[in-house]
Nanobody, 125 residues
C-alpha cells in the first residue's frame, strides 16, 4: 500500500514562493510518474503538474507554466513542487499522487484512488 505525505504549505504573500514536498513509500517509487493536484475551496480538484518516472518529462497546467517547477529525487522517494510568483488564485490544498494507469497525466483517474491529507497553501494579497 502506497503512502503519500505532503508538506511545505503555508501562508505567503502574493509574489512569494513556497516549495512543497511529497514523501512516498510502499511501492517502487522510481517506476511511476508522479503528479500534483490542488483543490480550492468550493471547487473540484484540478491538475497542476506531473513528472515522468525518470524526471525526463514534465507537464503543467497552463495557469502555472513558467511559475511552478516539478522535480523528483528517486533516491529519496521524494517529489517536489517549487512555486514562485504565487497568486491568490493558487490558494488551495495541494496533493501529490502516483500515476499507476496509462493515459493522460492530467487526469486524476489515472492516479491512485486514495489521496493523502494534502498541504494547504494560502496566498494573501
Amino acid at each position: 500500500q502506497v503512502q503519500l505525505v505532503e508538506s511545505g504549505g503555508g501562508l505567503v504573500q502574493a509574489g512569494g514562493s513556497l516549495r512543497l514536498s511529497c514523501a512516498a513509500s510502499g511501492r517502487t517509487f522510481s517506476n511511476y510518474a508522479m503528479g500534483w493536484f490542488r483543490q480550492a475551496p468550493g471547487k473540484e480538484r484540478e491538475f497542476v503538474a506531473a513528472i515522468s518516472w525518470n524526471g525526463g518529462s514534465t507537464y503543467y497546467t497552463d495557469s502555472v507554466k513558467g511559475r511552478f517547477t516539478i522535480s523528483r529525487d528517486n533516491a529519496k522517494n521524494m517529489v517536489y513542487l517549487q512555486m514562485n510568483s504565487l497568486k491568490p488564485e493558487d490558494t488551495a490544498v495541494y496533493y501529490c499522487n502516483q500515476k499507476v494507469y496509462s493515459g493522460s497525466f492530467s487526469s486524476a483517474d489515472r492516479y491512485l484512488e486514495g489521496w493523502g491529507q494534502g498541504t494547504l497553501v494560502t496566498v494573501s494579497l
